[in-house]
């Protein structure tokens, strides 16, 4: 109650008014009044000790909410499947998947040019496949395609040069596949598949030692434009390795610093030369692609793209294999290899430590690309990695895929971006993918033999293109914040500078066309 002072009428008078509290908390008791109100300082001499049972201990520190987040943060796959909407994505990942699962066809075929390492294709198909498996369920990236990538696989020349095998016949294409007959050289040729295994396996057990020390909190602290301008240098990269396909033309490559210019002036001074058959492909199927974007189909309200790619891989495989084309496909290449499959065996751990190096430069490359690709990814589509988790499942990936005898795999920039682009949502694209891959190479591999790399160059720079936007913004960047702008142009220009003796090594490879 409380009394008010009222100045009406003679004298002073004081009226009562009434308040009501509601109290909402449970009824006290003696021992939890002192237990929640407890002294915090000494008294008498005496300190109030705290006394928990270590049941309580327990369970305050190992709740069910707690071992629901660390399921969740070890097995992403948990979240998004409860999360799946069916209705809305399932076309748009089958369609996305169809489309990675044929370009990684040929993809997979053309890795020998990069490794100067005759790996089996089915290799390449299971090893892929199972690393699909296991990043679909330890990833979390919702549209990574992993797989092999040309300039972590162009990486390995520097573990292989030493191999008999790689420093001859490979390179200069001086041998055919009856070489094999010879006891040594076939010797020498199964010595370079276990370095090559070994090789993955110590990577991927660097990466897996990075991801459980939490070593992915670097990612953290790198800023978008750095990230941004590191993938543009490796988008142009790409654009400059599928040159040879575009125009079917060999050039002499140079290696060092500013040997990106000096290179693209060599692809000028040798455009008299270029197939005009290659090119037609390439324009070809730009121009389709790009007429492809003006496409707009929904399914149920929800907005998918037309798998252009999946048409175009199809449709130029089925010509070829009944007209005769003057362009370069990857038919000799594979006639070179002389069986498809080699089955798993575990990597020599005797030659580990002299391999420690390259290693260790392998998985920071494979793993630093994978975690940027991601991130730029996640913020597209407004969802957060965990980097930790990124290298606990790269890391697995690669110890799968050395048991397979097949190189270091990572993140594919052009195959993610297909997907993405293709209408995937969720990692049952890259499932899809992977299963689609596996199939054909075991079943009818053969069937994409004869596709012209023009049409799979087209495919690739289309869906690369767009990644070069952080340079087209480098005037505008400059004038609004010079100190963002350098940071962004120093990520480029190491990743423009860090290849380039690998790229020399993938043109040497090529077999002559004859123009």
């Not at 369970?59 to 999360?83: A, G, I, N």
């Not at 066809?105 to 198909?125: D, K, W």
Request: proline share 4%; with cysteine; hydrophobic share 45%.
């Amino acid at each position: 109650m409380q009394t008010e002072r009222s100045s009406q009428g003679f004298g002073n008078r004081y009226r009562q008014i009434p308040f009501m509290y509601d109290v909402k908390r449970s009824v006290y008791n003696e021992e939890n009044f002192q237990q929640e109100h407890r002294r915090k300082g000494p008294t008498s001499g005496n300190m109030d000790i705290n006394i928990t049972t270590f049941k309580h201990h327990v369970q305050c520190r190992c709740s069910w909410h707690k071992f629901l987040r660390c399921m969740l943060t070890v097995f992403p796959f948990l979240e998004w499947m409860c999360l799946y909407r069916f209705k809305d994505w399932l076309l748009g990942d089958l369609l996305a998947g169809l489309s990675v699962g044929l370009v990684q066809v040929p993809q997979g075929l053309t890795l020998s040019l990069l490794t100067r390492q005759l790996i089996p294709p089915l290799n390449v198909a299971y090893a892929a496949f199972c690393s699909s498996v296991i990043y679909v369920i330890f990833g979390s990236c919702h549209q990574m395609s992993i797989g092999p990538f040309f300039l972590v696989s162009a990486l390995m020349i520097n573990v292989l040069k030493e191999r008999p095998f790689n420093n001859g016949h490979l390179i200069m294409g001086t041998f055919v596949k009856d070489d094999f007959s010879v006891p040594t050289f076939y010797l020498n040729y199964n010595r370079s598949l276990s370095m090559v295994a070994s090789t993955t396996f110590l990577t991927g057990i660097i990466q897996l030692s990075m991801g459980m020390l939490g070593m992915g909190f670097v990612a953290t602290y790198l800023p978008e434009a750095a990230t941004s301008a590191y993938l543009a240098a490796v988008a142009l990269h790409i654009i400059l390795a599928q040159m040879t396909c575009i125009f079917g033309i060999m050039v002499s490559f140079h290696a060092g610093p500013i040997a990106f210019i000096y290179n693209i002036i060599n692809y000028c001074i040798a455009l008299p030369k270029a197939n005009s058959t290659s090119i037609l492909l390439f324009l070809t199927a730009v121009v389709a692609l790009r007429v492809n974007k003006c496409i707009r189909i929904s399914f149920n309200r929800y907005p998918i793209e037309f798998p252009m790619e999946l048409l175009l891989i199809l449709g130029f495989s089925m010509l070829t294999s009944r007209i005769t084309m003057a362009t370069e496909n990857s038919k000799m290449l594979i006639n070179m290899i002389p069986y498809s499959f080699v089955f798993p065996e575990t990597p020599e751990f005797g030659i580990l430590s002299r391999i420690v190096l390259q290693a260790l430069s392998l998985s920071v490359v494979s793993s630093f690309l994978l975690i940027s690709l991601g991130k730029k990814i996640a913020n597209l589509h407004n969802y957060r990695t965990n980097s930790n988790q990124d290298l606990i499942a790269i890391g697995l990936c690669n110890l799968v895929s050395s048991f397979f005898r097949c190189c270091v795999f990572t993140g594919g920039m052009a195959r993610t971006i297909i997907q993405d682009k293709s209408g995937g949502r969720q990692q049952f694209a890259s499932l899809v993918g992977a299963g689609v891959m596996l199939l054909l190479m075991v079943k009818i591999g053969s069937f994409f033999d004869n596709l012209p790399n023009a049409v799979l160059a087209g495919i690739i720079l289309s869906n690369v293109v767009p990644y070069l936007e952080t340079i087209y913004n480098l005037p505008t960047l400059w004038r609004q914040d010079q100190y963002e702008c350098v940071s962004t142009d120093a990520p480029a220009e190491l990743g423009l500078e860090q290849s380039q003796p690998e790229l020399s090594f993938r043109q040497e490879c090529r077999a002559p066309q004859h123009l």
